[in-house]
């Protein structure tokens, strides 16, 4: 099969932020127990903190990492969790019916995040709680005053305020299943006095608004549209979620998914854009994509999991080779939207719907892993338009998909960086590719292929790499995930 790809700066989509290669840490199952922190385990440094899963973090180079939740959050109390650790009591956790023992905290995952060279972006609780309370949050997290929420930081050995930019205004407020769900009128007006009041505090933070937990919900669009009108000159960014379902329609149809990705990019930076016209404003809107996956494997498992306990094994969804190939395909329609989205976290960064599981004393990179690696390792610079040209194949709810699926970058250091998806289970694509109408040489291809979509990394299975491919030729094999740098 014969492919063409072609791309040029003059036609740039958009200045990569790194930070959509960020993540999300949340409550619930063992992404915290057992995955970020684990004093039991013979992995665990002088804080409890796991050395093997710090690594992978840092291998997966993540600039940001949303916490403490997703649904975790609409019900926490966040100074639970500070303070000396023999005098946190252990509380129920309405999202996920859990018991949180609430043994790591606010304090414990900033030292994690320094430890990973992370930043943090918190959420707050906007389910059972307010204004107050997000504004005592960011006392601790950011003020310098000599008041009581910044004087309870020093006490718990934190001089220094932690200087946290980025805050998220609650957790899919539009979803029946959030404790403390809210109208979209009650929650845009909820969040422009939040806003307000949190900005008084500390004008140098940056707001994300929640947007639709899906694009399938009865009220998407009018969500967006009724919160944006009660506080878009006060937030900065609007979340999108999205994760994909069961591959019911086939291994064709599941690797093209990531066109509803980019439809849905589409819609919400259409309502952005509206919602500024109506304001007459001058301020545009971008995109958080604080949430997304692949999440289907652990559904069976955990219907039948008992309430109440503490960091059971929930979600943890054992990836394959075409769940990788459409997180591939993800990333390049996130780069594609390089204009637009300037953050998004992987959901979730350990052991629940992850691309690390852990052992007691070791862990697993899952097959994810590696795209979510490629794209934070070498995609820096400017995305620029490709035309991507190659054979299609039908799928229902599809129509059209081709074979190919690519992106360009140009690198700060004046290298361009191609990721490519060839969807072709069978056949390799030979692709011609021009840049710039210049004769630039091709300086190095990594391919991570498979035939077996069902292909999964296991410590009794040998984990699948990335092979070096050199051949003269830029020949993307079947079922492959590619990286191609050119100079
Ligand atoms: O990531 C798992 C859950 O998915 C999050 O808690 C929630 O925000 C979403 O529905």
């Not at 006490?155 to 200087?163: A, C, K, R, T, V």
């Not at 943890?316 to 996130?334: C, R």
């Not at 491919?469 to 100079?487: A, E, H, R």
Request: hydrophobic share 35%.
């Amino acid at each position: 099969m014969q492919g063409k790809l072609y791309a040029t700066d003059l036609f740039p989509i958009g200045q990569i932020d790194h930070r959509i290669n960020s993540s999300l840490a949340e409550h619930m199952g063992r992404s915290i127990y057992g995955g970020i922190y684990d004093p039991d385990s013979p992995q665990a440094d002088d804080s409890g903190l796991r050395k093997d899963v710090m690594a992978a973090v840092k291998e997966l180079n993540v600039p940001l990492v949303r916490y403490p939740g997703g649904n975790f959050v609409s019900s926490y109390h966040w100074e639970d969790g500070i303070g000396p650790r023999d005098q946190r009591q252990q509380k129920v956790d309405l999202a996920w019916q859990s018991v949180e023992s609430n043994q790591f905290g606010l304090d414990d995952f900033m030292d994690w995040t320094t430890k990973v060279d992370a930043e943090a972006m918190i959420a707050v609780n906007l389910g059972t709680r307010g204004i107050e309370d997000a504004c005592n949050l960011l006392e601790y997290c950011n003020l310098d005053t000599n008041t009581y929420w910044a004087n309870k930081r020093r006490e718990n050995g934190h001089p220094e305020p932690y200087h946290v930019k980025f805050w998220c205004l609650g957790n899919e407020m539009d979803a029946p299943w959030q404790i403390g769900h809210k109208t979209a009128h009650e929650y845009g007006q909820l969040v422009n006095e939040t806003a307000k009041a949190m900005r008084s505090l500390d004008p140098s933070i940056k707001i994300v608004v929640c947007g639709s937990s899906n694009e399938h919900t009865p009220t998407f669009g009018t969500w967006e549209s009724t919160v944006l009108n009660e506080c878009y000159d006060n937030v900065d960014y609007i979340s999108m979620h999205q994760y994909y379902e069961l591959p019911s329609k086939g291994t064709m149809h599941h690797v093209a998914k990531s066109i509803r990705m980019d439809q849905f990019i589409n819609s919400v930076v259409a309502l952005c854009d509206a919602a500024k016209a109506t304001k007459k404003s001058d301020k545009t809107l971008n995109i958080s994509f604080d949430e997304w996956n692949v999440w289907y494997h652990s559904n069976e498992h955990d219907a039948h999991l008992e309430p109440w306990q503490q960091a059971p094994h929930r979600l943890e969804d054992v990836y394959n080779f075409e769940d990788a190939l459409l997180v591939g395909s993800s990333l390049i329609t996130l780069l594609k939207h390089a204009d637009r989205v300037k953050i998004a976290c992987f959901a979730q960064l350990v052991n629940v719907i992850a691309p690390i599981l852990t052992t007691k004393d070791g862990l697993l990179k899952q097959t994810i892993f590696t795209p979510l690696r490629d794209v934070s390792k070498y995609a820096h610079g400017t995305a620029l338009r490709t035309s991507a040209q190659s054979p299609t194949y039908q799928v229902p709810e599809f129509g059209d998909v081709p074979y190919l699926d690519a992106v360009t970058v140009k690198n700060d250091d004046h290298h361009y960086t191609i990721f490519a998806v060839n969807r072709y289970q069978t056949e390799s694509l030979d692709l011609a590719v021009k840049l710039n109408n210049d004769q630039l040489q091709e300086t190095s291809h990594l391919s991570y292929s498979c035939t077996d979509p069902e292909f999964k990394n296991s410590p009794e299975q040998s984990v699948l790499e990335e092979t070096i491919q050199d051949d003269g030729q830029i020949i993307l094999k079947p079922f492959s995930w590619n990286v191609i740098t050119f100079t």
